[in-house]
């Protein structure tokens, strides 16, 4: 029986008076595909950032029983390296060359001559090109970053996260700027490292048959409150409708 990896109780989040998020409770088992759904503004992006801890917030989240809003940042960058994030707006550096973009997270163990030197290992750089043929980025591998198409950008970040080898892939919208057919062998990809590495994927997304298609349970969100959190195959059409009512 697969453990809680993440659970989430009294989770509230407030900005100048305002409830962002009111009082959420949930637990995400190992290997879960959960998609998180629900209107702009509805608070899903805040609960992506309060999991690794990039906001503030009241209650309680551990990530393997470990409680992260008492850890000092030394731990809490230690966490940080079990999970990869994509954000909405790709987090990218525009001066720096695609592939040196997804390996980016292999700087967390390197002194500071290889730093300053921008020396990485044969294995590193064989890694990033990897996930950057996985995402059809081969051919741009040695392009300054700010030379790319949004839609590029968005794939960027999604090797940069996958080459993280995170045991938690927080993802925030990391298909909106994609055509049809990169969206779905950008799923096929996440899908794929779900069923094979067991990665734990919380995902928020804006179309609704993508997470049906993709997702093993869905948490659908409103004004900052959980509406439902159940199988993919429960969800109904009026739990839908009424989410984005």
């Known amino acids: 029986m697969n453990k809680n990896k993440l659970i989430v109780k009294n989770l509230s989040v407030n900005y100048n ?3 962002v998020l009111n009082n959420l409770n949930f637990n995400v088992t190992e290997g879960d595909f959960v998609v998180i759904l629900g209107k702009s503004g509805a608070g899903k992006t805040t ?18 029983e470990i409680n992260i809003n008492t850890l000092n940042n030394r731990n809490l960058n230690e966490i940080r390296k079990k999970i990869a994030f994509i954000f909405q707006d790709y987090n990218i550096l525009d001066n720096l060359y695609t592939i040196e973009n997804v390996m980016l997270p292999f700087l967390s163990d390197k002194n500071i001559v290889e730093i300053l030197f921008n020396i990485y290992k044969k294995d590193e750089y064989n890694l990033a090109l990897k996930y950057l043929d996985k995402v059809g980025l081969t051919n741009e591998a040695f392009i300054k970053s700010k030379y790319l198409s949004g839609g590029q950008k968005q794939r960027v970040a999604i090797a940069k ?8 892939l927080l993802a925030d919208e990391p298909v909106s700027s994609l055509d049809i057919k990169n969206t779905e062998e950008i799923m096929n990809l996440f899908a794929t490292l779900n069923n094979k590495k067991n990665m734990t994927i919380l ?10 298609k993709y997702s093993h349970k869905i948490i659908g969100i409103k004004s900052g409150n959980i ?5 993919t195959e429960d969800v109904t059409d009026n739990e839908i409708t009424e989410l984005y009512r």
Do not use: W
Not at 203 to 210: C, P, S, T, Y
């Open 17 to 19: 008076n305002k409830k």
């Open 47 to 64: 609960l992506l950032r309060c999991i690794n801890k990039l906001n503030n917030f009241t209650g309680y989240i551990s990530i393997d």
């Open 161 to 168: 996260a996958i080459c993280q080898k995170p045991s938690i």
């Open 203 to 212: 995902m928020n997304l804006h179309d609704v048959e993508i997470a049906k």
């Open 227 to 231: 509406l439902f959190y159940k199988n």
